[in-house]
């Protein structure tokens, strides 16, 4: 099985920055993409970010020049160093990760949530 642990979230005035981190352990072979969603009150879920296994990158236009994902491949480990943070970013952040484990079974895997609140 495999498991996501998440952490970085929290209280932060506008105009500063957080680094988000997710670590993806247990039975993974291939990790084909990780990412960054999230959701706030009375929203709907959307992607925020995401990194393929050949280190392409996507951004939602309302990120773009302020956060940056990243991932460490040895450890398994996706980042997303958000800067410039405005009250709109605040929302529960969830990572997840597209994979495969042993025989190739193809995994989709959600973390458990961590919370960023902007205040202005």
């Not at 500063?16 to 680094?19: I, K, N």
């Given at each position: 099985q495999v498991q996501l642990v998440e952490s970085g979230g929290?209280?932060?005035q506008a105009g500063?920055?957080?680094?988000l981190s997710c670590a993806a352990s247990g039975n993974i072979l291939v990790i084909n993409s990780m990412g960054w969603h999230r959701q706030a009150p009375?929203?709907?879920r959307e992607l925020v970010a995401r990194i393929m296994s050949g280190g392409s990158t996507n951004y939602d236009e309302t990120v773009k020049g302020r956060f940056t994902i990243s991932r460490d491949n040895a450890k398994n480990t996706v980042y997303l160093q958000m800067n410039s943070l405005k009250p709109e970013d605040t929302a529960v952040y969830y990572c997840k990760?597209?994979?495969n484990g042993s025989g190739l079974k193809?995994?989709?895997v959600w973390g458990q949530?961590?919370?960023v609140t902007v205040s202005a």
């Open positions: 929290g209280l932060v500063g920055s957080l680094r009375g929203k709907q990760v597209d994979l193809y995994f989709e949530g961590t919370l």
